[in-house]
């Protein structure tokens, strides 16, 4: 299997470095980790190469499936097969108990009644003093960290007004009310942020 014959997205191939060093830092060597929207498997497989103590579950939507199997299976074999997850159906979502919930670049794909459902249901599964880990993109309010992430946020609006950038605090404060507690805001490269959120003990 070559790596032309793989579902790719050369964003997740330039993010991956930066968020697995912020990931080595926070999550234990043998964590068990569940993935949300894991798109194209590259950040999994990544993950796994740099920690391959992780149990890292990958999900998403069912047409996605296939492709993140064809990546498990050339590059991370030791890795589950990924598991059909709609964040809106309770029922999708594994028990566990999970160490950590890692999400990249979805919050701004789905509607937004969806962000509480993911914060809810992430809330239940995660073990006390677990991690809530979510990539991506935010706007303060009104304002963006950058003139291209507006831009950005216009094209996804015009594609569905569903989508969008997400407004930070507004996530804080949904998380807030599942349960989690801000622990950090980390600024990323092209104008991302990585939020971690810990689960009360
Ligand atoms: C922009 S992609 C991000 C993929 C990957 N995490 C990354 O950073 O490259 C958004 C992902 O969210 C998934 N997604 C959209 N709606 C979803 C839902 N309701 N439940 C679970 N995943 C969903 C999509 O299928 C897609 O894989």
Redesign the pocket.
Same mark, same amino acid.
């Given at each position: 299997m070559t790596e032309n014959s793989l579902t790719h997205?050369p964003? =997740?191939e330039r993010?991956r470095i930066p968020i697995g060093e912020v990931l080595g830092r926070w999550l234990a060597r043998d964590a068990r980790v569940l993935?949300?929207?894991?798109?194209?498997g590259?950040?999994a497989a990544w993950f796994h190469e740099l920690m391959p103590g992780l149990t890292w579950q990958t999900?998403?939507?069912p047409?996605?499936l296939e492709a993140i199997r064809t990546r498990l299976k050339a590059e991370a074999p030791a890795l589950p097969a990924p598991l059909a997850?709609?964040?809106?159906h309770s029922g999708d979502w594994p028990e566990g108990p999970w160490d950590a919930v890692y999400? =990249?670049?979805?919050l701004h794909?789905?509607p937004w009644d969806?962000t509480p459902a993911l914060l809810r249901a992430a809330g239940e599964r995660v073990a006390a003093g677990g991690l809530l880990v979510i990539?991506g993109p935010f706007r303060d309010g009104e304002a963006f960290d950058a003139e291209s992430n507006r831009r950005f946020d216009e094209q996804l609006r015009q594609r569905n007004p569903d989508m969008g950038l997400r407004d930070i605090l507004k996530v804080r404060r949904m998380a807030e009310d599942s349960g989690w507690t801000a622990e950090a805001e980390i600024a990323m490269p092209a104008n991302n942020r990585l939020l971690i959120f810990r689960k009360s003990e």
């Open positions: 997205s964003a =997740a993010n993935e949300i929207g894991s798109g194209t590259q950040h999900t998403d939507l047409e996605n997850l709609d964040v809106m999400t =990249a670049n979805t794909i789905m969806h990539y």
